[in-house]
């Protein structure tokens, strides 16, 4: 693998490996905590994994973390899953998120961006008071530590305003995009069962208004827990019977209050994409987001107090939650409501310009599609500022990373391309950006301090140069400290360690290479990934199959070598039905009004069956690696299958795409 490569694409300069934050954090850990001055990134990422408890006590005294009550160790009990963080320690995560306002009162610390692309400013003195008055509202409603609060909410600042509040108080936050249909919703937050729902009236995508009225009214009727809703006019309508106004909650001038909870007390709940059944709902703690995205964002990153750091995302995906995290480093975030592509395919280049993004990131379909459409963006914009592109959802191919380094290098520019990779379930990044290190076409640079990221084959044998299975060989603080509604712990077991007893298998294939980089080569399980948002094929199940001529389906999401992604929804039709062009528009609006319209399916196959286990589970995976053209004896154990037959369908159908 790592001789395909032996050019790196982009080198730092010796100025920006000097200025970087994280090579002053090894400076700093070689004289207070031992950590190696000499060997750069690789020896650090050594010490990192080695000295685990050390490393992250480093972390927090470099980022300043305030403890109001003082931890006993760092790491409690290190197996997984259970890992226990600093116990003892008291802390909050919104008055973290909160504090440059000290220094930096009238700069901005959002920048809110529509359609319109005419960014508008909330300053940090703004944002402090509103969270502080919200807080307060939040309290006098009777929510306490541990309730949960919803957002139905796109990514505008009063979303960020609602986390930071909720957080203050020590509630636990969680959110869906309101391009979620009302199903969709209720499978994550019937589950929770939240006692206050911010919800719009709509939103707006694409030059069009989407009223989502009814499916507000659907949420309050389905969600019996809730004891106030609180309704945001983005649309401009009147807050509908009951609900509550925000004008009127965060108006006041008050100083926030924050709630002192212990390191792994609950912050927000994020969801998986339901491969089996209901989303899990993952609960990451409020110290273990904190020094994880503290470390991410202010050493992998590079950020600070003189950055603006864009990422196109929803307040559905975990890159949004990552994203407010970047006022942890005091850096202005840049938050985009909206289309992609409107009004046209350059419109998040042009964001960029608009608000001086230093850091621009994006997702490697959105590069593949502008390079597809002939956009040239810092030839045609002045993206100047931009010091990195960052990139995820799927790994960023290598054509990719040729057009981004040409489009740039053009123009004059020393562009950082960083193809990160990571989860829902740490919201972080096990491999990617460091400022430090060379760039090599199709590989991220190197997995993320304190990560002791590995590729094992299936016996648990470490692999270099090899395609293995994704493992992380020690806890980290991102880890979920649970799933809600999973009492004795089996279903997070099940979900990470039950393949390698003790070590978290994460479900992507990976390359470690001999020279340290990472290769992702997608997923080795049957999660669909559409431009960054997760689904699991039972959603795609559960609506299709209420149709009744659809007797059974399976939902294949692939990776293709050019970075696109195709996903061909397979159909066993009832007895007389006929997939004529009104059964397949209807399948398509079924799945668009229930679940998303990211997720209506490239292609929709008729087929003579579905193939299962023998022990009634639908075969997604085996399918799949069919697809990608693995022969059928090493898709798939034979004794495993009800009707073998069934796979040379695919298997043919393989053959023909090819």
């Not at 040409?406 to 004059?412: K, S």
């Not at 948002?533 to 939902?555: H, N, T």
């Amino acid at each position: 693998m790592p001789t395909e490569n032996p050019q790196p694409l982009w080198q730092p300069d010796a100025p920006r490996i000097a200025q970087a934050r994280i090579t002053r954090f090894q400076t700093w850990a070689a004289e207070h905590h031992g950590a190696p001055a000499d060997g750069g990134y690789a020896a650090l990422h050594r010490w990192s994994v080695d000295e685990l408890d050390t490393f992250w006590k480093a972390v927090t005294e470099w980022f300043d973390v305030r403890f109001s009550t003082p931890y006993a160790r760092v790491l409690g009990d290190r197996t997984m899953p259970g890992a226990q963080w600093f116990p003892g320690a008291r802390l909050n995560y919104a008055e973290h998120a909160l504090r440059a306002a000290a220094t930096r009162a009238d700069e901005p610390a959002l920048l809110y961006v529509d359609e319109t692309h005419d960014p508008t400013p909330v300053t940090w003195t703004e944002l402090r008071r509103q969270v502080g008055s919200l807080a307060a509202g939040l309290r006098s409603l009777g929510v306490r530590p541990g309730d949960r609060v919803s957002g139905y909410l796109p990514n505008i600042p009063q979303a960020v305003v609602a986390l930071l509040a909720t957080a203050a108080v020590g509630g636990v936050w969680t959110s869906c995009a309101p391009d979620f249909g009302a199903r969709s919703v209720l499978d994550r937050f019937q589950q929770v069962e939240p006692v206050v729902l911010f919800t719009v009236d709509g939103y707006r995508y694409g030059g069009k208004e989407h009223d989502r009225r009814d499916t507000v009214a659907e949420l309050r009727r389905e969600l019996p827990t809730l004891r106030a809703v609180i309704h945001i006019p983005l649309l401009g309508t009147e807050a509908p019977d009951g609900a509550l106004d925000w004008q009127t909650l965060t108006a006041a001038d008050t100083e926030p209050e924050f709630e002192q909870v212990p390191f792994d007390h609950p912050l927000w709940v994020l969801y998986s994409s339901g491969t089996t059944g209901l989303p899990k709902a993952i609960v990451q703690s409020q110290g273990g987001i904190l020094v994880e995205h503290l470390k991410q964002l202010g050493l992998h990153c590079d950020l600070g107090p003189e950055d603006r750091f864009f990422w196109y995302t929803s307040t559905g995906w975990m890159m949004w939650n990552f994203l407010v995290s970047g006022l942890l480093t005091g850096t202005t975030i840049v938050l985009y409501d909206g289309s992609p592509g409107f009004p046209a395919t350059d419109a998040q280049w042009r964001i960029a310009e608009r608000t001086g993004a230093t850091l621009f990131g994006t997702s490697a379909a959105y590069v593949m599609a502008c390079r597809k459409a002939d956009v040239h963006p810092a030839r045609d914009l002045d993206l100047s500022a931009i010091q990195c592109v960052a990139t995820t959802g799927s790994p960023l191919p290598p054509d990719g990373f040729r057009w981004l380094h040409d489009e740039f290098a053009a123009n004059g520019s020393d562009l950082w391309i960083a193809s990160v990779s990571g989860g829902t379930d740490v919201c972080s990044c096990f491999a990617g950006a460091v400022p430090t290190l060379p760039v090599h076409i199709g590989e991220l640079q190197a997995p993320g301090l304190g990560t002791d990221l590995q590729s094992w084959d299936p016996n648990g044998n470490p692999l270099t140069d090899e395609v293995g299975e994704l493992v992380v060989a020690n806890p980290m603080p991102s880890m979920p400290i649970r799933f809600w509604n999973d009492p004795d712990g089996s279903r997070y077991h099940d979900s990470y360690f039950d393949t390698y007893p003790g070590v978290w298998r994460h479900g992507d294939w990976i390359t470690l290479t001999s020279r340290g980089s990472v290769v992702i080569h997608g997923r080795s399980d049957s999660t669909l990934n559409r431009q960054g948002v997760r689904m699991g094929s039972a959603d795609i199940y559960e609506a299709v199959e209420r149709l009744p001529e659809i007797k059974e389906s399976l939902v294949i999401g692939i990776e293709q070598p050019d970075g696109g992604y195709w996903m061909p929804l397979f159909v066993h039709l009832a007895p007389g039905a006929a997939l004529d062009d009104a059964l397949l528009d209807r399948i398509k609006q079924t799945i668009r009004a229930n679940l998303s319209p990211r997720h209506v399916p490239d292609e929709v196959i008729e087929v003579p069956g579905i193939p299962h286990t023998l022990t009634g589970k639908r075969i997604e995976v085996p399918v799949k690696r069919l697809l990608q053209g693995t022969p059928l004896d090493k898709a798939v154990n034979p004794g495993s299958i009800d009707n073998l037959d069934l796979l040379h369908f695919y298997e043919d159908l393989a053959r023909k795409r090819s």
